[in-house]
């Protein structure tokens, strides 16, 4: 960030594009699980801390990370991903609702097996 050197600010821009996505201990414990983050400080509420404390004095290359935020953007906005992890979080949290569902789907099929063999015997 010195004057007279040519850089793209990459690492500041990073700060920044880190600074919009953690805000609360929340957001730091869901891309650790989700690999992205890893912290060698005692907890959570320290890293949301250490990303809020940084100042970049308003540089930042936006460039950098526009494809990524318009990807983020695109995911958040499809209903489609918003249904099915609606589904997922509130009717498949067990294993045992996903077992019940290849079960009942299995069941279903030989039904309707039987009852076309029972309409139309191979006689």
């Known amino acids: 960030m010195s004057q007279g050197i040519k850089t793209d600010f990459g690492v500041v821009s990073y700060f920044n594009f880190m600074k919009t996505l953690i805000n609360y201990v929340k957001d730091v414990k869901v ?3 989700k690999g992205i983050l890893y ?3 005692a907890n959570d509420e320290e890293v949301v801390e250490m990303f809020q404390s940084i100042n970049t004095y308003g540089f930042s290359n936006t460039d950098l990370f526009l494809e990524v935020k318009m990807r983020i953007e695109e995911h958040c906005n499809s209903k489609a991903n918003t249904w099915m992890t609606d589904l997922i979080n509130t009717n498949f949290r067990s294993p045992w609702a ?6 009942a789907t299995i069941l279903l099929c030989l039904t309707f097996v039987q009852t076309y063999y029972t309409i139309n015997p191979l006689n």
């Open 31 to 33: 891309l650790r699980e």
């Open 39 to 41: 912290s060698q400080l």
């Open 98 to 103: 996903i077992i019940a569902l290849v079960v």
